[in-house]
Protein backbone atom coordinates (compact mmCIF):
# COMPACT_ATOMS: atom_id res chain seq x y z
CA UNK A 1 0.00 0.00 0.00
CA UNK A 2 1.52 3.60 -0.78
CA UNK A 3 2.77 5.57 2.17
CA UNK A 4 -0.37 7.98 3.51
CA UNK A 5 0.52 11.76 2.17
CA UNK A 6 -2.39 13.52 1.96
CA UNK A 7 -5.71 13.16 4.71
CA UNK A 8 -9.17 14.61 4.33
CA UNK A 9 -11.49 15.04 7.21
CA UNK A 10 -15.31 15.01 7.55
CA UNK A 11 -15.82 18.06 9.96
CA UNK A 12 -18.83 17.25 12.04
CA UNK A 13 -18.23 14.17 14.61
CA UNK A 14 -14.41 13.89 13.51
CA UNK A 15 -12.78 17.21 14.52
CA UNK A 16 -15.71 18.77 16.60
CA UNK A 17 -18.33 17.24 18.65
CA UNK A 18 -20.79 18.55 17.29
CA UNK A 19 -22.80 15.27 16.59
CA UNK A 20 -25.10 15.75 19.55
CA UNK A 21 -26.29 19.50 18.36
CA UNK A 22 -26.93 18.43 15.07
CA UNK A 23 -29.06 15.17 16.52
CA UNK A 24 -30.88 18.12 18.19
CA UNK A 25 -32.04 19.42 15.48
CA UNK A 26 -32.39 16.47 13.33
CA UNK A 27 -35.14 15.27 16.06
CA UNK A 28 -36.36 18.32 15.79
CA UNK A 29 -37.51 18.36 12.76
CA UNK A 30 -38.88 14.80 12.90
CA UNK A 31 -41.22 15.74 15.46
CA UNK A 32 -42.73 18.35 13.62
CA UNK A 33 -43.28 15.74 11.18
CA UNK A 34 -45.19 13.45 13.93
CA UNK A 35 -42.14 11.22 13.81
CA UNK A 36 -40.41 9.90 17.41
CA UNK A 37 -37.16 9.13 17.62
CA UNK A 38 -34.78 9.18 20.16
CA UNK A 39 -31.37 11.22 20.09
CA UNK A 40 -29.46 7.68 21.04
CA UNK A 41 -31.12 6.17 17.76
CA UNK A 42 -30.01 9.91 15.96
CA UNK A 43 -26.57 9.52 17.00
CA UNK A 44 -26.00 5.97 16.08
CA UNK A 45 -28.32 5.84 13.40
CA UNK A 46 -28.35 9.29 11.37
CA UNK A 47 -26.93 8.47 8.00
CA UNK A 48 -27.08 10.48 4.56
CA UNK A 49 -28.71 11.37 1.92
CA UNK A 50 -31.01 13.10 4.64
CA UNK A 51 -33.68 12.48 2.31
CA UNK A 52 -33.17 8.71 2.66
CA UNK A 53 -32.93 9.15 6.44
CA UNK A 54 -36.40 10.78 7.14
CA UNK A 55 -38.22 8.56 4.78
CA UNK A 56 -36.75 5.74 6.71
CA UNK A 57 -38.57 7.35 9.67
CA UNK A 58 -41.77 6.79 7.73
CA UNK A 59 -41.86 10.53 7.13
CA UNK A 60 -43.26 11.38 3.71
CA UNK A 61 -40.58 13.35 1.82
CA UNK A 62 -42.32 14.28 -1.52
CA UNK A 63 -41.20 17.65 -0.55
CA UNK A 64 -37.69 17.69 -0.81
CA UNK A 65 -37.94 21.77 -0.54
CA UNK A 66 -40.16 21.96 2.78
CA UNK A 67 -38.23 18.67 4.21
CA UNK A 68 -34.69 20.98 3.44
CA UNK A 69 -36.60 24.11 5.01
CA UNK A 70 -37.34 21.97 8.32
CA UNK A 71 -34.10 20.13 8.78
CA UNK A 72 -32.10 23.22 8.50
CA UNK A 73 -34.24 25.65 10.61
CA UNK A 74 -34.10 23.28 13.41
CA UNK A 75 -30.17 22.37 12.99
CA UNK A 76 -29.71 26.36 12.42
CA UNK A 77 -31.46 26.44 16.37
CA UNK A 78 -29.17 24.70 18.02
CA UNK A 79 -25.85 25.09 16.06
CA UNK A 80 -23.25 26.54 17.88
CA UNK A 81 -19.63 26.42 17.65
CA UNK A 82 -19.07 23.33 19.01
CA UNK A 83 -15.33 22.20 20.53
CA UNK A 84 -12.93 19.90 19.17
CA UNK A 85 -12.43 16.52 20.53
CA UNK A 86 -9.91 16.71 23.11
CA UNK A 87 -6.72 14.53 20.96
CA UNK A 88 -7.50 16.32 17.57
CA UNK A 89 -5.25 19.33 17.27
CA UNK A 90 -2.58 17.17 18.75
CA UNK A 91 -2.82 14.79 16.39
CA UNK A 92 -3.18 17.71 13.17
CA UNK A 93 -0.04 19.51 14.56
CA UNK A 94 2.03 16.19 14.44
CA UNK A 95 0.60 15.45 11.08
CA UNK A 96 1.30 19.00 9.86
CA UNK A 97 4.51 18.33 10.84
CA UNK A 98 5.42 15.10 9.07
CA UNK A 99 4.07 17.32 6.16
CA UNK A 100 0.89 15.45 5.24
CA UNK A 101 -1.37 17.11 3.43
CA UNK A 102 -4.14 18.43 4.89
CA UNK A 103 -8.17 19.20 3.88
CA UNK A 104 -11.52 19.34 4.95
CA UNK A 105 -14.28 17.94 3.23
CA UNK A 106 -18.02 18.52 4.87
CA UNK A 107 -21.62 19.18 4.36
CA UNK A 108 -21.21 22.01 7.02
CA UNK A 109 -20.47 25.76 5.32
CA UNK A 110 -17.07 26.48 4.63
CA UNK A 111 -17.52 29.74 6.58
CA UNK A 112 -18.42 28.17 9.71
CA UNK A 113 -15.94 25.70 9.18
CA UNK A 114 -13.11 28.81 9.06
CA UNK A 115 -14.84 30.40 11.85
CA UNK A 116 -14.42 27.45 14.04
CA UNK A 117 -11.22 27.00 13.47
CA UNK A 118 -9.95 30.66 14.21
CA UNK A 119 -12.08 29.74 17.44
CA UNK A 120 -10.05 26.89 18.16
CA UNK A 121 -6.88 28.43 17.27
CA UNK A 122 -5.96 26.08 14.25
CA UNK A 123 -6.04 28.31 11.07
CA UNK A 124 -2.79 27.20 10.41
CA UNK A 125 -3.44 23.73 9.86
CA UNK A 126 -6.28 23.82 6.47
CA UNK A 127 -5.26 26.00 3.61
CA UNK A 128 -8.69 27.88 2.86
CA UNK A 129 -8.40 26.44 -0.20
CA UNK A 130 -8.52 23.03 0.55
CA UNK A 131 -11.56 23.56 2.87
CA UNK A 132 -14.55 22.41 0.76
CA UNK A 133 -17.98 22.77 3.02
CA UNK A 134 -21.65 23.27 1.86
CA UNK A 135 -24.33 20.95 -0.74
CA UNK A 136 -21.79 20.08 -3.30
CA UNK A 137 -21.73 16.17 -3.31
CA UNK A 138 -19.02 14.30 -1.09
CA UNK A 139 -17.12 12.57 -3.96
CA UNK A 140 -17.42 15.55 -5.68
CA UNK A 141 -15.49 17.46 -3.41
CA UNK A 142 -12.76 14.81 -2.39
CA UNK A 143 -12.13 14.66 -7.09
CA UNK A 144 -11.43 18.09 -6.10
CA UNK A 145 -9.15 17.84 -2.93
CA UNK A 146 -7.12 15.16 -4.40
CA UNK A 147 -6.47 17.09 -7.67
CA UNK A 148 -5.32 19.74 -5.16
CA UNK A 149 -2.81 17.80 -3.48
CA UNK A 150 -1.48 16.30 -6.74
CA UNK A 151 -0.84 12.78 -5.00
CA UNK A 152 -2.17 10.07 -6.66
CA UNK A 153 -5.42 8.36 -5.18
CA UNK A 154 -3.81 5.32 -3.22
CA UNK A 155 -1.97 7.82 -1.26
CA UNK A 156 -5.14 10.00 0.12
CA UNK A 157 -7.58 8.92 2.96
CA UNK A 158 -10.55 10.22 3.98
CA UNK A 159 -11.73 10.08 7.52
CA UNK A 160 -15.50 10.42 8.01
CA UNK A 161 -17.86 9.52 10.55
CA UNK A 162 -20.85 8.35 8.38
CA UNK A 163 -21.60 5.09 5.83
CA UNK A 164 -22.11 7.84 3.47
CA UNK A 165 -18.49 9.14 3.56
CA UNK A 166 -16.94 5.87 3.25
CA UNK A 167 -18.86 5.06 -0.09
CA UNK A 168 -17.95 8.52 -0.93
CA UNK A 169 -14.04 7.91 -0.31
CA UNK A 170 -14.65 4.47 -2.29
CA UNK A 171 -16.49 6.31 -5.48
CA UNK A 172 -13.03 8.14 -5.86
CA UNK A 173 -10.68 5.58 -5.23
CA UNK A 174 -9.14 6.80 -2.18
CA UNK A 175 -8.63 5.11 1.09
CA UNK A 176 -12.07 4.72 3.21
CA UNK A 177 -11.05 5.17 7.35
CA UNK A 178 -14.21 5.32 9.63
CA UNK A 179 -14.06 7.47 13.04
CA UNK A 180 -16.50 6.80 15.49
CA UNK A 181 -16.12 7.26 19.22
CA UNK A 182 -19.45 5.26 20.13
CA UNK A 183 -18.96 1.73 20.35
CA UNK A 184 -22.35 1.16 18.54
CA UNK A 185 -21.57 3.43 15.91
CA UNK A 186 -18.00 1.58 15.05
CA UNK A 187 -20.37 -1.59 14.74
CA UNK A 188 -21.97 -0.19 11.96
CA UNK A 189 -19.09 1.57 10.43
CA UNK A 190 -17.54 -1.81 10.93
CA UNK A 191 -20.16 -3.59 8.72
CA UNK A 192 -18.97 -1.43 5.98
CA UNK A 193 -15.21 -2.79 5.82
CA UNK A 194 -13.47 0.45 5.90
CA UNK A 195 -9.75 -0.14 5.24
CA UNK A 196 -9.23 1.64 8.71
CA UNK A 197 -11.46 2.31 11.69
CA UNK A 198 -10.45 4.19 14.12
CA UNK A 199 -12.19 5.05 18.08
CA UNK A 200 -9.68 8.35 17.85
CA UNK A 201 -8.09 10.26 15.49
CA UNK A 202 -4.75 9.31 17.49
CA UNK A 203 -4.77 6.22 15.97
CA UNK A 204 -3.80 7.93 12.77
CA UNK A 205 -0.65 8.70 14.10
CA UNK A 206 0.07 4.90 14.07
CA UNK A 207 -0.13 3.81 10.66
CA UNK A 208 1.35 7.68 9.20
Known sequence: MAKIQGLIFDWDGVIVDSMPIIALGIQEAATSYGADVSLDDVLDGYFQPRHAYYKSLGIDISDQEELNRRHFAAILKHRKPAPIFPEVAGVLKSLAKQNCKLAVA???????????????????????ALILGGEVAKEDKLQSLVH???????????????????????????????????EQGRKRLAELKPDYLFSSLEDLLKII
Open 106 to 128: STAETAFIVEQLELSGLTDIFPT
Open 148 to 182: GFGLEKSAVMYVGDLPSDINAARLVGVLAAGIERR
